[in-house]
Nanobody
Framework: QVQLVESGGGSVQTGGSLRLACVTS????????MGWFRQAPGKAREGVAIIGRDGSTDYAEAAKGRFTISKVNVENTVYLQMNSLTPEDTAIYYC????????????????WGQGTQVTVSS
């Protein structure tokens, strides 16, 4: 059974950094687009960053210049480095896998992790 397990969330102050990790099992990263999504209380889930099967990356406007998505195929791990965090980044962050080459649409993602909480205080 495919599993995605996120870690690295926590509480930081404005301007701080966190590095999220998503470890996958029974899923080869070379065959999947991986995405980081987030959902804040009372808001819809939104895409943050994606990395395609070929390693190409894309970011939501809110993440550009502050977040970096990367993956290490041999470790079956996807990372999201988040810098210059603000309270607006407070949310549950989810890792997801899609068999598409690269996609932003949540409905194209086949597998989801349980999420990790990120809280940024002012």
């Amino acid at each position: 059974q495919v599993q995605l397990v996120e870690s690295g969330g926590g509480s930081v102050q404005t301007g701080g950094s966190l590095r999220l990790a998503c470890v996958t099992s029974r899923l080869s990263l070379s065959g999947y687009c991986m995405g980081w999504f987030r959902q804040a209380p009372g808001k819809a889930r939104e895409g943050v960053a994606i990395i395609g099967r070929d390693g190409s990356t894309d970011y939501a406007e809110a993440a550009k210049g502050r977040f970096t998505i990367s993956k290490v195929n041999v470790e079956n791990t996807v990372y999201l480095q988040m810098n210059s965090l603000t309270p607006e980044d407070t949310a549950i962050y989810y890792c997801a896998a899609s068999a598409r080459p690269i996609t932003w649409y949540p409905w194209n993602y086949d597998y989801w992790g349980q999420g990790t909480q990120v809280t940024v205080s002012s």
